[in-house]
């Protein structure tokens, strides 16, 4: 199955820049802490950071690469590589447009990315400041999108994958050699930011030629081609985008808290790494696949695709889950607990953790069964299904915020919103006869539910005796942390072997080279 190989290779890239992120969360945690500073860096961070995820995780990609493959396939490599530069010429023209104008209305924009700081005119100041300098990172994460789509509409993953690497490691460059701290860093890290973007743009333009494939700008036209791209982006843009909206929401309505929105980030960060390890390598391998299946008429192969992504993302998500909501204090206080990161904030983003960890199989079934409805594109579907979930986030964390539960009802309110959007792709997928669980699938799910409870009574009984294992562990938490999750992999591992959950055999014949 070439789909878990194919995924397994956007999965290892996608975790060195996970791990590498959470290296740069840790250093900008003892660096920042939870605190205004890091709130107002974080806005500046997140608002073109959501297009970043929308457009590299997918959604751009769920109108694009249906249509290049097509392309590619029935018109030959001439006409894919016209319809590229078209695309191209209008993609930038949009973006800069959009950046500039954005640019110049960032000090009205701030009132609805950051309410809380008006009240503060210094603070308020630099948020637009920060926010206009990271803005150009936008721009190059449309361009890198759109490469990216043409690298694995060739079958190519890696490069796009590895990508995102640049950043983190720009980042961390920053932090521990700039020798700053406070508001002068931010501003470093903010213009660290851009600069990854510029090269990213430039890794992934000379990826795409080498493969033979010569893009240049021109005049943008408005073509059939073009018209086809607008009415099956837009709505694929929002849909498979959701998940980030909903954060941005939530991140928007945190501000009005003082601390919040660290909290909520740095527990956003935990939940991210299995997210951008599974659901992301999923969503990004199984359009392309699913679009070949079903442009050869066959299928039964494109059910088999999809039942196979819903069986391996679970068995790879459920732990994490289970690990997030069984020890979050452990993880947070091993990983972030140093420098200006108190006590105290490491107990809010623990109870952050446990809300989001409810939600990330629902953010992960997003992101495998929304390329269900792209590869016949249908983009309609899922963008009212996104609506929907967008809707239910921002009422119930209203409710929520305003009421006892504050920040932690912010949270709440986003695995909520991902379980609704995960439910009705899967029904209107199932009423419409494109998702049929085989019998395979219903075997393996409730073994690998019996796996998972299995480990989450020993992380429960590890952390019970947690002061124990960091003294055993050479006084490290980190390393103990390591030890103990690395142990809960290995309950779960042999549980699911055990069970038929999982076979050897069958990983291995999945990973070998076509």
Not at 317 to 337: G, S
Not at 471 to 499: E, K, Q
Request: hydrophobic letters at 55%; a positive charge; glycine letters at 10%.
């Amino acid at each position: 199955m070439r789909l878990l190989r194919s995924s397994a290779i956007v999965g290892l890239f996608t975790s060195a820049s996970r791990v590498l992120g959470l290296v740069r969360e840790m250093l900008l945690a003892a660096a920042l802490g939870a605190g205004a500073t890091t709130d107002v860096f974080l806005t500046a961070f997140r608002f073109p950071n959501l297009f970043r995820r929308i457009f590299a995780e997918g959604a751009f990609n769920s109108a694009f690469v249906p249509l290049y493959a097509g392309k590619l396939e029935g018109e030959g490599a001439t006409e894919a590589q016209l319809f590229a530069r078209q695309v191209l010429s209008l993609l930038f023209t949009a973006m800069l447009i959009f950046v500039i104008v954005a640019q110049i209305g960032m000090p009205w924009l701030m009132y609805v990315l950051g309410p809380g700081f008006v009240q503060n005119p210094q603070t308020f100041e630099l948020a637009v400041l920060l926010t206009q300098i990271t803005m150009p990172y936008l721009l190059m994460m449309s361009l890198s999108a759109m490469f990216s789509g043409i690298l694995n509409s060739h079958g190519k993953f890696a490069a796009a994958a590895a990508a995102p690497v640049l950043l983190n490691l720009t980042l961390i460059g920053i932090m521990l050699f700039s020798g700053v701290g406070g508001e002068q860093m931010a501003l470093y890290l903010c213009i660290g930011i851009t600069a990854s973007g510029v090269l990213q743009t430039a890794w992934l333009w000379f990826s795409v030629r080498q493969l033979g494939v010569r893009l240049s700008l021109r005049l943008p036209k408005l073509t059939p081609d073009a018209r086809r791209l607008i009415v099956l982006g837009v709505p694929g843009v929002v849909a498979a985008g959701v998940t980030q909206i909903n954060i941005l929401v939530t991140s928007s309505i945190a501000t009005l808290e003082e601390g919040a929105l660290s909290w909520l980030y740095y527990a956003d960060r935990l939940y991210q790494f299995p997210l951008g390890v599974v659901g992301i390598a999923m969503g990004v391998v199984l359009l392309p696949t699913l679009s070949g299946r079903l442009r050869s008429g066959d299928v039964t192969g494109a059910a088999n695709v999809m039942n196979r992504g819903l069986e391996v993302s679970m068995a790879l998500t459920l732990p994490a889950a289970a690990a997030l909501a069984v020890i979050p204090h452990f993880i947070v206080t091993a990983l972030y607990q140093n420098g200006a990161f108190t006590a105290d904030a490491a107990d809010r983003v623990s109870q952050a953790v446990i809300a989001f960890a409810f939600g990330l199989p629902a953010f992960v079934l997003i992101k495998v069964l929304s390329p269900g409805f792209f590869a016949r594109q249908d983009t309609m579907t899922p963008m009212r299904f996104a609506a929907v979930s967008v809707a239910v986030n921002l009422v119930l964390g209203l409710i929520l915020f305003f009421g006892p539960l504050n920040f932690l009802g912010l949270a709440i309110a986003t695995s909520v919103a991902g379980w609704v959007n995960a439910i009705l792709l899967a029904v209107t997928l199932r009423k419409r006869g494109l998702l049929q669980p085989d019998a395979r699938l219903l075997q393996r799910l409730p073994r690998i539910f019996g796996a998972v409870i299995l480990m989450s009574a020993f992380l429960a009984l590890a952390d019970r005796h947690t002061d124990w294992i960091i003294a055993h562990s050479f006084g490290i938490p980190l390393l103990a942390l390591a030890i103990v999750c690395g142990s809960g992999g290995l309950v779960f591992g042999g549980s699911a072997m055990l069970t038929g959950a999982l076979k050897v055999s069958e990983l291995l014949d999945a990973l070998k080279r076509p």
